[in-house]
Nanobody, 121 residues
Framework: VQLQASGGGLVQAGASLRLSCADS????????VGWFRQAPGKEREFVAG??????TTRYTDSVKGRFTISRDNAKVYLQMNSLEPGDSAVYFC?????????????????WGQGTQVTVSS
């Protein structure tokens, strides 16, 4: 497994979580990284992405203003504030085939195993 996602958990609505994605095989080098999520019975959807140098970020509309993606030399993070029950899903990180973050999964090559986020009302 190249990518390892962690930081998920069970929280109440309004709480915060910080997800981390670690890269064990340097798949982050020169590549954008994205976070996706998949809820039961739904398709995997793009949540946030960050460019190789961190200068460009993209978010799906439903998380703008609440989630922040960032990266350092070793990891990529997703700070999630004001969580809502609709944010409940398994969250996956993925490294892209390019330096800029795309919003669809076919542009991502390596995937982590996912971390569960559950938000109770």
């Amino acid at each position: 497994v190249q990518l390892q996602a962690s930081g998920g958990g069970l929280v109440q609505a309004g709480a915060s979580l910080r997800l981390s994605c670690a890269d064990s095989r340097r798949t982050f080098s020169n590549n954008a990284v994205g976070w996706f999520r998949q809820a039961p019975g739904k398709e995997r959807e793009f949540v946030a992405g960050i460019s190789w140098r961190g200068s460009t970020t993209r978010y799906t509309d439903s998380v703008k203003g609440r989630f922040t993606i960032s990266r350092d030399n070793a990891k990529v993070y997703l700070q999630m504030n004001s969580l809502e029950p609709g944010d409940s899903a398994v969250y996956f990180c993925a490294s892209s085939r390019s330096s800029q973050p795309a919003t669809t999964s076919e542009f991502y090559r390596y995937w982590g195993q996912g971390t569960q986020v559950t938000v109770s009302s």
